[in-house]
């Protein structure tokens, strides 16, 4: 299979694209063949050697997308988003590879009213909501939250993720048009 791998992290970053073989599975474990993996900020700051835990050569990425082929927790076939955590793409190789393992707690099946590329951008972002809410703010339907910068992926995601759990959502944008689009989605 091929994989993409960061060979350097630096100012003038390496990547290349290697033959690796292909994971077999394990238990607690899915092996899901790739459909998107994602870039962000995360990526860039390993790949400029920002983050000193990330070690080369590392395969990059930490969210995607994919459908299982093996797994005893899946159905082969099921589409899944896959949220990596504190571990794919920084400790471990990440999800820039045709095929991965991946452990079962980290995949999440996707409805079929969401594409691939929208699973592979979802967790990063709802995830950091969800918690935002949750587990730091702890907060109860019917309460007010002001959402600072809701017109970026994680506001956008506090937003809905608001709405959906009866909250009252002050959205905060420098950016009046972006603001009158959230209205409309939610």
Known sequence: MKALVATRFGTAPQMSLEDRPKP?????YSVVK??????????????????????PPLVLSNDGSGTVEESAVFPAGRRVAIYGGGE??????????QWVCVENKRLFVLPD??????????????I???QALTRVGQVKAGQTVLISGASGSVGHALSQLAFSLGLFRLPLSPMPA???????VV
């Open 24 to 28: 077999v599975g394990k238990p607690g």
């Open 34 to 55: 790739m459909y998107a993996a994602t870039v962000n900020p995360l990526s860039a700051q390993i790949r400029q050697g920002v983050l000193a835990v990330a070690q």
């Open 88 to 97: 794919l793409g920084i400790t471990q190789d990440g999800l820039q590879q």
């Open 113 to 126: 009213t969401l594409s691939l590329e929208e699973g592979a951008a979802l967790p990063i972002n709802f």
């Open 128 to 130: 950091t909501a969800y």
């Open 178 to 184: 972006k603001l009158k689009l959230l209205k409309k």
